[in-house]
């Protein structure tokens, strides 16, 4: 069955290192998006890719990079990871269909504790 | 800009009894909505969306929505809580033509036993 994976699940890491949080898909979509949740600020946006070599920066972008150089896997990195960035973050991956969105399916997350 | 307002971060109901969370939405252009479920320590899933069409959508576990566009709201009921169905639930919202999604802030259902 297509699936969505992230690694790691969990991560605890210093200020001021850098860290990659890896998502994968197999659903083949050329979609991928980059979420972040905490408590009161539901889902945000990160960043997203709408295809191989294209990135694009969402809602709450600052400290955060992506790059697309498959199908399958869209990674985040935090250049230098801050307290701030302690969350939960969600990969979700979609289908490019005619006329718009179509349904984003998740991962299982990775909680990151930056101390 | 589009947006989703969830009405109570928090809803306590009894085992049986009617399950009812808002959703409101503000998009310039004809939405696409949606509602995903999230169990404690997994993804989101979907539950059900509302494209175009029928306005009644029905969805997963017992779930629908319907879409009333004249009070711009999306709200999820079922008819009977059942203990497995507590958890967070998110809408979303979409314009016709992107593939973003933007988010309400979560409804946490409790059940009551």
């Known amino acids: 069955d297509a699936e969505i994976t992230q690694s790691p699940r969990h991560k605890i890491t210093e200020t001021g290192r850098q860290v990659t949080l890896a998502c994968h898909q197999t659903?083949?979509?050329?979609?991928m998006f980059w979420y972040r949740q905490d408590l009161g600020h539901g889902l945000r946006l990160i960043h997203y890719?709408?295809?191989?070599?294209?990135?694009n920066k969402g809602e709450v972008s600052d400290g955060y990079s992506v790059s697309r150089s498959n199908t399958e896997d869209l990674p985040l990195t935090l250049e230098s990871a801050a307290s701030s960035q302690t969350s939960v973050y969600f990969c979700?991956?979609?289908?490019?269909?005619?006329?718009?969105?179509?349904?984003?399916?998740f991962g299982p997350g990775t909680r990151l504790t930056v101390l | 800009a589009q947006s989703v307002t969830q009405l109570g971060s928090h809803v306590s109901v009894s085992e049986g009894a009617l399950v009812l969370l808002r959703c409101n939405y503000s998009?310039?252009?004809?939405?696409?909505l949606f509602w995903y479920v999230q169990y404690p320590n997994q993804g989101l899933q979907l539950l059900l969306k509302?494209?175009?069409?029928?306005?009644l959508v029905k969805g997963i576990n017992g779930f629908e929505a319907e879409f009333k566009k004249s009070e711009t709201s999306f709200h999820l009921t079922k008819p009977s809580a059942h203990m497995s169905d507590a958890a967070e639930y998110f809408c979303?919202?979409?314009?016709?033509?992107?593939?973003?999604?933007?988010f309400g802030k979560g409804t946490k259902l409790s059940v009551i036993p």
């Open positions: 979700a991956s979609s289908e490019s269909r005619a006329g718009g969105t179509d349904t984003q399916y």
């Open positions: 659903w083949n979509h050329n979609n």
């Open positions: 890719s709408y295809g191989v070599q294209d990135t």
């Open positions: 998009s310039s252009v004809p939405p696409y």
């Open positions: 509302y494209t175009t069409g029928a306005t």
């Open positions: 979303a919202v979409s314009e016709a033509g992107s593939y973003q999604l933007t």
